[in-house]
């Protein structure tokens, strides 16, 4: 449903897209033989202004993808309610190192021929209204296969479905083939969603309203008695599932019991998130090779802490600069600085920290500066709250104690990249297990910043490989029976306790220590990136490839 491509081509809203863009990123690297099919979102996903208030301001991006993408002379239509709709494609190439290249399709429905709504159907990424998704989705996993059919792609071994959006391809694939079986063997799913809530699903007379005689008769048996449930849908008909993380393997297994389903760790592409100074170092240090074989960065032990330390600290100043001049409040590059970016949801905790405010401000006078970015989604007033009281409480620890904690607007893949390497300390508590991996943390590992996280997610993996050594845990551990019930005051008591016992004395007072500390941070990149994302893919999933190329039990922790 959504890749993300350049930080100027808005088609994505958070994890999922980045991650989708690092594995093609990776795959084109790498000589994956693979096509992705997405939708162009006109409108894009919108552009976040925040008040001088805090209150968030959605804007379309009127942006003009006919420069970033390349027209293709093919049309499909797919009825909806009955009525035809005309879908064009055009073709973005993502070109990997050695030269290959793993095309994205791009589907449009904003054509002359269409009707005025058929033409806004691929107007904005997750519309909250319910035809519109629904009507979408069709595009994408219908319209996508029969794209694909008419380009000429019609030797494809694999349909890989990322997450649920896509699953429709299976009702095609149905008309297509005629048994279950032959559509089995030929689709693999990835869910990424651990709470039921979550998943997309709907109503069944809305889907007989937009299919008509297209839906099959027995489609409750397939995808859910009550509603449309798109990942049951995708997973009676997946001959492989996995999910993103150890940990969501558990959670996913626990609501689906009766599947059979496998796990394959997230990863960041580890040239595209690194700052441009990290990469030259690494140029300089591990040699130009480090690109197509990261399990080099096992060695950054060996790294040179004092260019290794004038290297983020050029990053930081990067963001600093850029912080000063989207903010009243001026930052200052020789404190700690903490950064939270990512989509704004109620279960990431975003005012954990602000749990008590006085404690906070004694903790961290003086000593510590916060950066938060993000974006709410436009039908998600309560996240949007969020926003306005980080900025409510910004003016109180500034006018009360000069205390800088800034909000910068419109959170995209340029300022995660600033973000992500500039700061020192990465924060991330989501309430537990509720997040599936999380990418961000381990951009910010890459670039050398010291992770501060609960432990869920890919952090339980990264923290138990590193022994704890390349950033600190939130709360209780995993194997503790109550942690899934660990309550929003045990863990602020633990991150004030961290922050004032261990971090802050930490930075100021032991800066070997910190430095060693950053080289098992960039160390844990030769685990998780999307090369050894990729390549776990095309051994489980894809069936590419039949050996390891990669030795994860020997990553050399
Ligand atoms: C990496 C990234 C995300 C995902 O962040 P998480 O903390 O893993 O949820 C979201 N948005 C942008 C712009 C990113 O770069």
């Keep these: 449903m959504e890749i993300a491509l350049e930080s100027s081509v808005p088609i994505y809203s958070g994890g999922l897209g980045i991650l989708a863009g690092d594995a093609l990123r990776s795959a084109a690297d790498m000589g994956v033989p693979m096509v992705a099919v997405t939708l162009t979102y006109d409108a894009g996903y919108f552009y976040q202004e925040i008040t001088p208030e805090g209150y968030q301001v959605e804007h379309d991006m009127e942006w003009d993808f006919s420069n970033d993408f390349e027209r293709i002379n093919e049309r499909v239509q797919l009825n909806i309610q009955d009525k035809a709709i005309i879908i064009e494609a055009w073709r973005y190439n993502i070109i990997g190192r050695t030269g290959h290249i793993v095309p994205v399709i791009l589907l449009d429905t904003d054509l002359l021929d269409n009707e005025p709504w058929q033409r806004k159907l691929t107007h904005i990424l997750y519309d909250a209204d319910k035809f519109q998704r629904i009507t979408q989705e069709m595009i994408l996993g219908i319209g996508g296969l029969r794209m694909l059919d008419k380009l000429g792609y019609n030797n494809i071994k694999t349909y890989h479905l990322n997450e649920g ?255 992500t390497s500039g700061v020192d300390i990465w924060l991330n508590n989501p309430r537990r297990y509720l997040e599936a991996s999380g990418t961000s943390g381990m951009k910010a590992a890459l670039n050398g910043v010291l992770n501060l996280s609960v432990l869920d997610g890919w952090w339980i993996e990264g923290y138990s490989i590193s022994n704890g050594k390349a950033g600190w845990s939130i709360g209780p551990e ?55 994302m990729v390549e776990e893919y095309a051994r489980k999933s894809y069936n590419l490839i039949k050996q390891p190329l990669w030795k994860s039990q020997n990553i050399g922790f």
């Design 165 to 419: 959006h896509a699953a429709f391809l299976i009702l095609e694939l149905l008309k297509k083939y005629k048994d279950i079986n032959q559509v089995k063997q030929r689709v693999c799913f990835t869910t990424h969603t651990p709470v039921r809530a979550g998943l997309e699903e709907f109503d069944y007379n809305l889907a007989k309203d937009v299919f008509r005689s297209y839906l099959p008769d027995n489609i409750q048996d397939y995808a859910g008695k009550n509603t449309l449930n798109m990942t049951i849908l995708a997973l009676n008909f997946s001959r492989y599932v996995n999910a993103v993380s150890k940990k969501h393997l558990e959670i996913t297994k626990r609501m689906f019991p009766n599947y059979d389903i496998d796990s394959i760790t997230n990863g960041v592409h580890a040239g595209y998130w690194l700052s441009p100074y990290m990469r030259n170092f690494f140029n300089n240090e591990f040699g130009r090779d480090w690109h197509h074989n990261l399990a080099l960065l096992r060695d950054a032990e060996n790294l040179d802490s004092f260019e290794l330390w004038r290297t983020h600290n050029k990053a930081k100043r990067d963001l600093i600069e850029y912080e000063k001049s989207h903010s009243w409040i001026l930052l200052n590059d020789r404190l700690l600085t903490i950064g939270f970016a990512r989509r704004f949801a109620e279960y990431k905790r975003p005012l954990l920290i602000f749990s008590e405010m006085e404690k906070l401000a004694k903790i961290i006078k003086g000593k510590a500066q916060l950066i938060f970015a993000g974006k709410a989604h436009p039908a998600d007033l309560q996240s949007k709250s969020l926003i306005k009281k980080i900025f409510d409480f910004s003016d109180y620890l500034w006018n009360s104690y000069q205390i800088g904690v800034v909000f910068l607007e419109n959170y995209e893949i340029t300022l995660a990249k600033l973000l």
């Design 478 to 532: 995993p194997s503790d029976p109550n942690a899934e019930k660990a309550d929003d005051k045990v863990d602020a008591v633990d991150l004030y306790q961290k922050l004032e016992n261990e971090i802050i004395p930490l930075y100021y007072n032991n800066q070997d220590e910190w430095r060693e500390m950053m080289k098992q941070a960039i160390k844990l990149g030769a685990y998780f990136n999307t090369n050894r």
